[in-house]
């Protein structure tokens, strides 16, 4: 998809973060723009800023882990535009009590982070791609998964990543197989400049962990340093806009993993255990300069 200029993008998890950075270039290529967030001031906020700055725009409360929520925003984007050309399924959340065995983790760990990473991709495909066919014109599917996704793990996260992966990979072969003019894309982000160690802040009170497991501060701490080295989500934005001109599947806007990728591939077809990721050695490489 090379034209945007008049077309119509949806993006969930729209108020921050990733998401708000890829509203900003989508309405910069001439797009009208469809914010969907569950975070009702954050959207408030963004859609006051955007209408300001005179952008066609659309602000949708949302609760993606709802086929009816996402399905109401379907209507809602088409009501307003007709047509929608460009889909990110970009809503995240990551809980913080992952440090245990994966037979530990609560249901309502697994409820809530399943729910918005990965049902939330899947209804965000089960309400917009029978109109995005329907309609003939050029499209894209982007959706956000994590180099979780292509990496060693067990919890929640992790697991609902490598979900959207296999998901996107799924997507991509059957809109070939359709003959349609939409292309299909899953972001595999490392360490972004987001609040994604503050999801909980968005968690349901019926999906809050009735035995919270106290936070490994060490991991934290290491988490937190790794989000403020990494890249701006503007960054990450560009990226995607590149891929979805050049058609690209998968978008990895973080190349200091690729020895680590690679590793992992070895040693799934040596049939060894998991590639160990070497902490220490990343933040020498962060020290250096490297973004992870």
């Known amino acids: ?12 998890g729209a108020a921050s973060g990733i998401g708000r950075a890829l509203v900003d270039a989508f309405v910069s290529a001439g797009m009208n723009v469809v914010l969907a967030d569950v975070e009702e001031g ?3 906020n963004a859609m006051a800023e ?6 066609s725009v659309l602000g949708v409360g949302v609760d ?7 399905g109401n925003l379907a209507e809602r984007a088409v009501d307003a535009f007709e047509k929608v050309h460009v ?4 809503a995240g959340v990551a809980s913080m009590g992952e440090g245990r065995g994966v037979w530990e983790i609560p249901d309502e760990d697994w409820d809530w982070v399943m729910g918005v990473n990965f049902y939330g991709v899947l209804h965000g495909l089960q309400a917009f791609v029978p ?41 991509h072969r059957n809109l070939k197989e359709r003959g349609g003019q939409i292309g299909a894309s899953v972001l595999c982000p490392g360490f972004v400049q ?13 999906l809050e962990g009735k035995d919270p497991q106290p936070e490994n501060e060490m991991a934290r701490a290491i988490g937190q340093a790794m989000i403020q080295g990494g890249i701006p989500p503007a960054e990450v934005a560009d990226q995607v806009l590149r891929a979805i001109q050049e058609g690209d599947l998968y978008i990895l806007p973080h190349p200091a993993w690729d020895p680590i990728l690679r590793g992992r591939i070895e040693a799934v077809l040596a049939r060894k255990g998991p590639v160990a990721i070497d902490i220490e050695d990343m933040m020498r490489r962060r020290a250096a300069g490297e973004k992870f």
């Open 1 to 12: 998809m090379r034209d945007f200029e008049g077309k119509t993008a949806v993006v969930t």
């Open 194 to 206: 987001t609040r994604i160690f503050e999801a909980e802040r968005n968690r349901p009170k019926e």
């Open 50 to 55: 955007l209408e300001g700055q005179g952008h």
């Open 42 to 44: 954050a959207l408030a």
């Open 87 to 90: 889909l990110v399924n970009n």
């Open 64 to 70: 993606t882990r709802s086929r009816d929520s996402v």
């Open 131 to 171: 109109g995005m066919l329907a309609h003939g014109e050029e499209g894209h599917i982007v959706n956000t998964a994590s180099l979780a996704g292509l990496l060693p793990g067990g919890g929640p996260y992790s697991v609902s990543k490598h979900g959207v992966l296999a998901l996107t990979e799924g997507l």
